[in-house]
Structure formats: C-alpha cells, structure tokens
C-alpha cells in the first residue's frame, strides 16, 4: 500500500512562491492558500531594505529618517512568521513515515543553494575584486568558514566579523533552530506544545535580562546571540498552535485588538522611556524584543485567519506590491547588504557638494532605488537559480502513513 502525500508550505526569511497553506480544519494536512503571508514577508524585506539603504548624508533632517529607524524588527516578524510557518509543517506532517527526511531534504533545496552560491561568490569574486579597486578594505575573509557553518551570529555581536555580510546572522539563527526543532515537534506530545513555547519565550527573556551588563560592553548580544532570539520563533510556533486549535482560534480572535494594543503600549512605553530606537538598549532588548514579538504574531494570527476577508489589513497584505517583494523577500535579503554598502558610500560622496534640499532629494530616490535594484536582482535569482532547486521538492513530499499500518500507533506511544 503507497503512503498518502501530505502538502507542506514554507518558511520565514527562505519563502518562495509556493503556496503558504492552511489547514481546512485543525490537525489536517495544509490545503488552502493564504497569500496575505507573503504580504507579511513583504513588510518585513521592506522595512530591512528601507532601514539599509539611504545612509543620511550630513545636513539631511534627523526627524526624516525616524520612519525607518526600527527598520531593524523586520528580521522579528521574520523570525515570528518562520516559527508559525515552520511549527505548522511540522505539526501537520508528524505523522508522515518520513518526517525528518522530508523536512530537512525540503528545507535545503530552499535554502542553501542560494546562500552557498552567495557565500562563494561574496569571498572569492567580490571582496576581492572590492579589494583590488580599492573598495571595502576594512572587510576580510576571515570570518568564512563561520558562515559556511551557518553560525556567523556568534561572531559579529563579539566585534569578530568583518566580513562584510553581517546581515547573515538571522539566517544563521533560523537555521540552528531547523536543527532542534523538528525532534522537538515529533517527541513532545501536541497538547502539551504549548507549554514548550511558552517556557522557550521565558527563557529567552530571562536570559535576555541576565546578560544585560554584558550586552552593556558588547553591544548587539541581545540581538545576535541565539538564545536570546528565540522567543519571536517560538511565538510564532504557539500562533501556529492556536490557529489548529478551534477554541484557542475563537478565543484568540475575540482579542486579538487587545493582545495587539498590550504589545504597542509596550513598545511605546519602551521608546518613551530610552528615547532612542535602537536595538542594543538594555530596555529595547528585553521588554522591547517583546513587545515587537506581541505585535507580530498578532499580524501573522490576523494574516492567517482573516485571510480573504474584506479587513483593511487583509487588503493590504493582498497587494501585488508587497506580495510579490515577499515572494523573492529570501533573495532580497541575501543579496541587499553589499549592495546598500556599495550604494551608501556612492550616496555620501555624491551629497557632499549639494544643497540641503537636493541631498533630500538624494537620500529619498537612494531608497526608492535600493529596493527596485534589489527587486531586480532577487527576480533574476529566482528565476537563474531558486526556482530550479524548488522544483526538487517535488520528489520528498510528507508521506501519510495507511490506516493500519501501526506507524501511528508507534509514534503515538514514542510521544507519549
């Protein structure tokens, strides 16, 4: 007897334009689609591409770039969305004959390709052609092998990386949380998944406390280490189990303005008292974090649920724009960073001599132009490398064990 296939969807910053998926009823194989959640990717890649392209040139008004200025938690809604999206295939395929080899085979064709590519081609193409035209001399090669490992988060936060592809962190974190969090899934019984992500986000907020004399000396600890980004991850997965669950879907949806206007007031009272909006404030990184977390995954449990409905937030997620930016978001993000640091530096040298109404004028078109570039550049990578690799998945799909076949039955008790 041949094993029932079940479908899976993608993830956070690595999504693609298969379908994002949600399940006709709870606890069942992912069927309809929800395109509002490339919407989200796209306000995610667009705040990061927003936030870091445009450097502001001397003379540029402080207040303009205010906008953009937590730019930087668009990898949190990154985070969150890869914890919703992940923690879903993982609850609706547990049961598969082949759920890890499904998982992990699915999970490289859509990410490593494009980041090996990228990673061979940054160290031995473009530093060093940088180099010999006199670019970029401060970047070195000797942080490689760290992001061959996917671990380079470690090294940056320490003042350890001058690689030049700092950005590469959060890809780092997402996939050390691809290494643990299948067996988590598959061991831990599904009732009791949410005590799990619940006691991820404590810890992750504690430890965040804990080590904020250190982040004091080495600032941007609380932003790169690993434990310390786990609660977006696991929010996302606790939003993925309440949407599975009819009553905690009820009860969430009931307040969901209520949970999203705890997690602003949060927020707002973190920026009132620092008054600055950076991420390697003490208070920013720990009840901040937070407070975006909150706020996120009450948009993703929106996105989700309300999907197809006539709301303004649902209409907005539907739009081509952001859709599609989403789409490629993955590529986008690999690609944006040498790219806004080669743009900047052209940006600071063209600025100089200009009044301050046309270095406005600059620095506005500098981000208008930073995002089609990248656009264009991500749409080529989809279609010369990504899209090839996808269609792969095709041959490792979630396999349903046969009524009878006491796969179910042993799992069941190695669960229990």
């Given at each position: 007897m041949q094993a029932r296939i079940l479908n899976s969807t993608t993830a956070g910053q690595s999504g693609s334009n298969e379908a994002e998926a949600a399940p006709r009823a709870p606890g069942r194989a992912s069927e309809r689609i929800v395109p509002e959640l490339n919407g989200v990717r796209g306000i995610a890649i667009l705040m990061v591409l927003l936030l870091h392209f445009g450097a502001r040139p001397e003379g540029v008004p402080k207040i303009l770039t205010g906008p953009f200025a937590l730019g930087w938690s668009g990898v949190d809604l990154f985070f969150v969305l890869?914890?919703?999206?992940?923690?879903?295939?993982?609850?609706?395929?547990?049961?598969?004959?082949?759920?890890?080899?499904?998982?992990?085979?699915?999970?490289?064709?859509?990410?490593?390709?494009?980041?090996?590519?990228?990673?061979?081609?940054?160290?031995?193409?473009?530093?060093?052609?940088?180099?010999?035209?006199?670019?970029?001399?401060?970047?070195?090669?000797?942080?490689?092998?760290?992001?061959?490992?996917?671990?380079?988060?470690?090294?940056g936060p320490l003042g350890k990386d001058n690689s030049g592809l700092n950005h590469l962190w959060s890809l780092a974190i997402e996939e050390q949380y691809y290494l643990v969090w299948p067996a988590v899934v598959f061991l831990v019984k599904r009732e009791r998944m949410w005590a799990v992500c619940l006691g991820v986000m404590t810890l992750s907020f504690a430890l965040r406390i804990a080590f904020v004399p250190f982040n004091a000396s080495h600032p941007g600890v609380l932003y790169g280490f690993t434990p310390f980004r786990l609660e977006p991850l696991a929010l996302g997965g606790l939003t993925a189990l309440a949407v599975r669950n009819e009553a905690w879907r009820?009860?969430?949806?009931?307040?969901?303005?209520?949970?999203?206007?705890?997690?602003?007031?949060?927020?707002?009272?973190?920026?009132?008292?620092?008054?600055?909006?950076?991420?390697?404030?003490?208070?920013?990184?720990?009840?901040?974090?937070?407070?975006?977390?909150?706020?996120?995954?009450?948009?993703?449990?929106?996105?989700?649920?309300?999907?197809?409905?006539?709301?303004?937030?649902?209409?907005?997620?539907?739009?081509?724009?952001?859709?599609?930016?989403?789409?490629?978001?993955?590529?986008?993000?690999?690609?944006?960073?040498?790219?806004?640091?080669?743009?900047?530096?052209?940006?600071?040298?063209?600025?100089?001599?200009?009044?301050?109404?046309?270095?406005?004028?600059?620095?506005?078109?500098?981000?208008?132009?930073?995002?089609?570039?990248?656009y264009g550049i991500a749409l080529l990578s989809w279609h010369l490398i990504e899209k090839h690799f996808l269609r792969l998945k095709r041959h490792f799909p979630a396999m349903a064990p046969v009524k009878g076949s006491g796969v179910q039955e042993r799992r069941a008790e190695l669960a229990s």
């Open positions: 890869s914890g919703f999206l992940i923690t879903g295939i993982l609850l609706d395929t547990r049961w598969s004959t082949n759920y890890f080899s499904s998982f992990y085979a699915r999970r490289a064709l859509r990410i490593f390709p494009l980041y090996l590519i990228a990673v061979f081609a940054y160290f031995h193409l473009v530093l060093p052609l940088a180099h010999s035209r006199g670019l970029w001399l401060t970047s070195d090669s000797s942080a490689e092998l760290w992001y061959w490992l996917y671990s380079a988060n470690w090294l009820a009860k969430v949806k009931r307040r969901l303005g209520q949970i999203a206007a705890g997690g602003a007031a949060l927020l707002l009272a973190v920026l009132a008292i620092t008054r600055n909006p950076s991420h390697d404030t003490a208070l920013m990184g720990t009840a901040g974090f937070t407070a975006f977390g909150i706020l996120y995954a009450c948009l993703v449990f929106h996105a989700y649920v309300e999907s197809g409905s006539s709301s303004w937030i649902s209409t907005q997620l539907r739009r081509p724009f952001l859709m599609s930016l989403g789409m490629y978001s993955y590529a986008a993000y690999v690609f944006h960073f040498p790219i806004s640091n080669l743009q900047n530096s052209l940006l600071m040298e063209l600025a100089v001599p200009l009044p301050v109404e046309g270095k406005v004028l600059l620095w506005g078109a500098s981000k208008a132009l930073g995002v089609a570039v990248t």
